[in-house]
C-alpha cells in the first residue's frame, strides 16, 4: 500500500499551522467538479461556483430531463463568458440504476422490524407495505438473506433518510424483505441498491443512449461519466457509441467506479477509460466499511502510475445542510489529495445543498492545504521507478521538466501542446508549481469546411491536478516556428503575470517544440 505521500517538517511547528494561508489565483492544484440542479443553476451561483474554484460542471440525467439541463447548461456559458473562468461539461449516464417510483412523493415511514414488498408493477401505489421498482429481474437476482439498501438521490448513510433491508421470502416476482432500521423516504425517487449482485441490464441503456444523441452530442459534451462500469467491455462500447456521434468522437470516458464487479476488473478498465470515478457512496455499500480506505488508496496509485485522471465523490456529505463540513470530513478531502485524486466531485452538496459555493470554497481550501505537505519527492521517485527504462521520448521530456522546475524553484511550468498529452504527462509527476498548458490550434477540414481543433483539449485538461488550460491564438501554426514560438510564449507569460503566478525575477521551466525536437529550457524573468 503506498501511504506515505505525508511530507512534514520535523519537529513540526504548531504555531505555523495557524498562520494564515496566502491567497492564491488558483484555489488549488486540485480540481472540483461540481453538480448542478435546483440550488446551484442560476447564472448568478454557477458564477460565484466557478469564482470559488469549481473546474468542471456534471449535469446529472438520473433526475430533471434534458430541456432542464439545457436551460442550466445556458446559464453554464452564460457565467463562463461573465467570469472568464474555462469550465468543462461532465454527463452523467443512469446505468443500470434500480429505482423505486413514488408517483405521489407522499413520504413513506418504515419500522424496525417490520416488512416490506419490492415489487415491479409500477401500477401500485408506494407505500409502508409496498415500493414499486423499475426492474423485473429483482426476484430472480436476489435470495433469502442478501442485503438491499434504499435511499433519496445518493446514499449519504444517515439511517433517518435510508433504508436497510434483508431479503427473507422471493413471491413470484416481488421480493419481501425485512426492515433493519426505522426511517422516513422522502422524494419521488430513491436509489435502490443491492450489496454485491450482478444485475443484468445493459451499462449504457437505450435511455442513456438517447439522452447522448440529443442532448451531449449538439451540446459536444467534453466528458461521459459511465455509471456502474462494470467490464472494459463497457467502456469499449460506449467510446463506439461515442465515435459514431461526429464532435463526440473526442468526449473522455470516465470509468465510475461503484460496485465489486467494477473492483474485480478494474486494471483492464483503467487501461481503456480515459479516467476513474472513485462512486463511494455506491462502493461503501459494496464493500466493508472497513476496506473503503484500502480500495481509495490502490486505486489512486494505480490511476496516478498511469497517468489518468482519478476523481472521488462523496466527501462533505453534511455540507448539503450544514455551513462547515464535520472534522472527518475535512481530513477525507485532505487524504484524498494526499493519496494521488486529481479531482473532488461534489453531488448532493452543490445539486440541492443549501451552501454550494461555501462547499466548493471550503474543499478548495483545504485541497491547497494538502497539497503543501505532499511528498512530491517521494512521489517523483515512485513515478519514474514505474515506468522504468528504457522511458519513451515524451515520457522522458515531461519527467525533465518536472525535476528541472523542482531543482531551479520555478514558479510555474509552460507547456506548449496540440492534442494536451504532452501537459498531462507533464502532470501525471505532480510538480509542486502550477503547469499552464498552452494548447495550439490546428486547422482540420470535413472536405465542406474549415475549422479548428483545441477547445475539446484545453477543457479537457480541467479535470487534471495541476493544470491550467489556455487557448493560443489560431493564427500561430503548430508547426511552430522560433518566431512563432514566442510570440505564443510572450502571451503565456503575460497570462502567468496577470494571474500573479509570475513575478520579475521567477525562474520559468518551458516545454515546447522546436522543429522534430522536444526543448526543455529555463528562463529567467527580467524587471
Not at 422522502?186 to 449482485?197: E, K, M, P, V
Not at 461555501?358 to 513515478?383: H, M, P, W
Request: aromatic content about 6%; hydrophobic content about 40%.
Amino acid at each position: 500500500m503506498h501511504s506515505t505521500n505525508l511530507l512534514l517538517e520535523e519537529p513540526i511547528r504548531m504555531a505555523s499551522i495557524l498562520e494564515p494561508s496566502k491567497p492564491s489565483f488558483f484555489p488549488a492544484m486540485t480540481k472540483i467538479v461540481g453538480t448542478l440542479g435546483p440550488k446551484s443553476r442560476s447564472v448568478d451561483t454557477i458564477s460565484s461556483c466557478l469564482k470559488a474554484g469549481m473546474s468542471v460542471a456534471r449535469f446529472d440525467f438520473s433526475w430533471g430531463d434534458a430541456e432542464y439541463h439545457q436551460e442550466t447548461l445556458e446559464n453554464l456559458k452564460v457565467a463562463i463568458k461573465s467570469t472568464k473562468k474555462l469550465c468543462a461539461v461532465m454527463l452523467d449516464t443512469v446505468g443500470p440504476e434500480l429505482q423505486v417510483v413514488n408517483k405521489s412523493e407522499a413520504s413513506i415511514s418504515l419500522e424496525e422490524n417490520g416488512t416490506v414488498i419490492l415489487t415491479p408493477d409500477q401500477g401500485q401505489e408506494a407505500s409502508s407495505q409496498v415500493l414499486p421498482i423499475n426492474f423485473a429481474g429483482l426476484a430472480k437476482a436476489v435470495k433469502p438473506g442478501d442485503t438491499i439498501f434504499v435511499g433519496q438521490y445518493l446514499f449519504t448513510g444517515s439511517e433517518t433518510t435510508s433504508v436497510w433491508l434483508e431479503v427473507s421470502q422471493i413471491k413470484g416476482d416481488d421480493v419481501v424483505c425485512v426492515i433493519k432500521n426505522t426511517a422516513t423516504l422522502a422524494g419521488s425517487l430513491f436509489t435502490l441498491h443491492c450489496s454485491q449482485i450482478h444485475i443484468d441490464l445493459p451499462t449504457l441503456s437505450d435511455e442513456d443512449k438517447e439522452v447522448i444523441r440529443k442532448w451531449g452530442a449538439p451540446n459536444k459534451i467534453d466528458f461521459l461519466s459511465l455509471s456502474y462500469t462494470r467490464h472494459v467491455e463497457d467502456v469499449r462500447q460506449a467510446r463506439e457509441f461515442l465515435s459514431k456521434l461526429g464532435d463526440l468522437s473526442q468526449t473522455q470516458i470516465f470509468a465510475k467506479i461503484e460496485n465489486v464487479e467494477g473492483l474485480n476488473n478494474f486494471d483492464e478498465i483503467l487501461q481503456e477509460a480515459d479516467g476513474i470515478i472513485l462512486s463511494r457512496g455506491n462502493l461503501g455499500i459494496d464493500l466493508p466499511p472497513e476496506k473503503v480506505f484500502l480500495f481509495q488508496k490502490s486505486a489512486l496509485h494505480k490511476c496516478n502510475m498511469a497517468g489518468k485522471p482519478a476523481v472521488v465523490t462523496r466527501v462533505v456529505d453534511s455540507m448539503t445542510d450544514n455551513l462547515r463540513p464535520t472534522r472527518a470530513e475535512a481530513t477525507d478531502v485532505a487524504n484524498a489529495v494526499l493519496d494521488g485524486s486529481d479531482a473532488i466531485l461534489l453531488g448532493a452538496e452543490t445539486l440541492r445543498g443549501l451552501y454550494p459555493v461555501e462547499t466548493i470554497s471550503i474543499v478548495g481550501k483545504i485541497c491547497a492545504e494538502a497539497e503543501k505537505v505532499f511528498n512530491q519527492d517521494l512521489y517523483f521517485k515512485r513515478t519514474v521507478k514505474h515506468v522504468g527504462e528504457p522511458m519513451t521520448h515524451l515520457e522522458s521530456i515531461a519527467s525533465s521538466a518536472v525535476r528541472a522546475a523542482i531543482k531551479v524553484k520555478a514558479s510555474v511550468i509552460i507547456c506548449f501542446t496540440s492534442s494536451g498529452r504532452a501537459a498531462r504527462l507533464i502532470a501525471k509527476y505532480r510538480p509542486t508549481m502550477p503547469v499552464l498548458s498552452v494548447v495550439i490550434p490546428r486547422l482540420k477540414t470535413n472536405q465542406l469546411r474549415w475549422s479548428f481543433t483545441g477547445a475539446f483539449e484545453a477543457r479537457q485538461s480541467l479535470i487534471v491536478r495541476g493544470l491550467f488550460p489556455m487557448l493560443a491564438d489560431p493564427r500561430h501554426p503548430a508547426e511552430s516556428t522560433n518566431a512563432t514560438n514566442e510570440s505564443v510564449l510572450k502571451v503565456a507569460l503575460d497570462h502567468g503575470k496577470v494571474s500573479g503566478v509570475i513575478k520579475s525575477h521567477d525562474r520559468v521551466v518551458v516545454c515546447q517544440k522546436v522543429g522534430d525536437s522536444s526543448v526543455v529550457k529555463i528562463i529567467e524573468l527580467d524587471d
